[in-house]
């Protein structure tokens, strides 16, 4: 069975940090980019940065572009966003999506094949 599970999410402070994670089950990393994605309650999903299969290169918004980092660690299966310099406006649901078929600019705006079921993450004092 092809399972995504985020975690790390959780409350904190304005200019804290947070560390998600995406663990994949049933199959493997290796062949697919992945991508973090967050969404409110009707708002629109925004990409939020996009790691490739292949070479490792990594695609961010611009509003988390130098505060956030994509990576992916293959031998455990999993990829992590960390998140520093947190802001009120980083309050959202986030989740990530896995894809075998799309580069990460294309990744970021189309989305993944699997999902996970989301972690919330809310900045607030």
């Known amino acids: 069975q092809v399972q995504l599970v985020e975690s790390g999410g959780g409350l904190v402070q304005p200019g804290g940090s947070l560390r998600l994670s995406c663990a994949a089950s049933?199959?493997?990393?290796?062949?697919?980019?992945i991508g973090w994605f967050r969404q409110a309650p009707g708002k629109e999903r925004e990409g939020v940065s996009c790691?490739?299969?292949?070479?490792?290169?990594?695609y961010y918004a611009d509003s988390v572009k130098g505060r956030f980092t994509i990576s992916r660690d293959n031998a455990k299966n999993t990829v992590y966003l960390q998140m520093n310099s947190l802001k009120p406006e980083d309050t959202d649901v986030y989740y990530c999506?896995?894809?075998?078929?799309?580069?990460?600019?294309?990744?970021?705006?189309?989305?993944?094949?699997?999902w996970g079921q989301g972690t919330q993450v809310t900045v607030s004092s």
């Open positions: 049933g199959f493997t990393l290796d062949y697919y980019a």
């Open positions: 790691i490739s299969s292949s070479d490792g290169s990594t």
């Open positions: 999506a896995a894809s075998p078929r799309w580069t990460i600019q294309t990744m970021c705006v189309m989305g993944g094949d699997y």
